[in-house]
């Protein structure tokens, strides 16, 4: 199986700009997460989406939002940029059912880099 | 507050030797917990997963082992070889019973010096 695709992977962008960064799941996984990683913070959960909803959120402003597809894909988009908002974006998919465990498995990330 | 901490601190170890990582936990009754490797400018790679009725799990040279009630996994990597050189993160759901979504910790440098 392919693993979990992300792109661009690389993103140069300047204050106040908005940002919409992709990833394609494992094929057959239906949860998708957005993490945040800068140095010293270690992963920040954004958001959770399953089956086209959003079920988990973390603790991150409103400029920051997120979408699924019917084939699973999905994007996270950041608005209104700020310098802060540099960081390795992180997705991963999982396919978790109740009583299941929570297994990510991570794609390669976008390094945003906010000017 | 329920809190993940591992040692912020770089570990660093000779090659041959065994190299253990620590993972403590508060205000967490996780039904698993789990191992991830990160290597730089990359994403994690999940490595192992034990649950709360294991106390050890081992694959190839890496062994976990998991006790609740000092709330504390530790992961030891022996014969240890600088390509193991990486950060490793535990992570674990907040409560057993049904789907939760894991939390990472920081995570642990580990420098294997030949």
């Known amino acids: 199986k392919a693993g979990v695709t992300q792109t661009p992977r690389y993103l140069i962008k300047t204050r106040g700009q908005q940002v919409t960064l992709s990833c394609s799941p494992i094929?057959?996984?239906?949860?998708v997460s957005w993490y945040q990683q800068t140095p010293g913070q270690g992963l920040q959960f954004l958001f959770e989406?399953?089956?086209?909803?959003?079920?988990n959120k973390g603790n991150f402003p409103g400029r920051f939002s997120g979408r699924q597809f019917s084939n699973s894909r999905s994007e996270m988009n950041v608005s209104t940029l700020e310098l802060g908002d540099s960081a390795l974006y992180l997705c991963a998919s999982s396919s978790p059912r109740t009583g299941e465990t929570d297994t990510q498995y991570f794609g390669p990330g976008t390094r945003l880099t906010v000017l | 507050s329920q809190k993940i901490e591992q040692n912020s601190e770089a570990l660093n170890i000779q090659e041959g030797k065994t190299a253990t990582l620590t993972c403590n936990y508060t205000?967490?009754?996780?039904?698993?917990l789990q191992w991830y490797r990160q290597d730089p400018g990359r994403g994690p790679v999940f490595l192992l997963l034990i649950r709360e009725n294991e106390k050890e799990k081992r694959k190839e040279r890496l062994k976990v082992t998991f006790d609740t009630t000092l709330k504390q996994s530790l992961f030891h990597i022996t014969a240890s070889q600088p390509a193991d050189s990486a950060t490793y993160l535990c992570?674990?759901?907040?409560?057993?019973?049904?789907?939760?979504?894991?939390?990472f910790g920081t995570g642990t440098k580990l420098q294997v010096i030949p």
């Open positions: 094929s057959g996984h239906r949860s």
């Open positions: 992570a674990l759901p907040p409560n057993s019973g049904g789907y939760q979504k894991v939390t």
């Open positions: 205000n967490y009754s996780p039904a698993y």
């Open positions: 989406y399953f089956s086209e909803t959003q079920r």
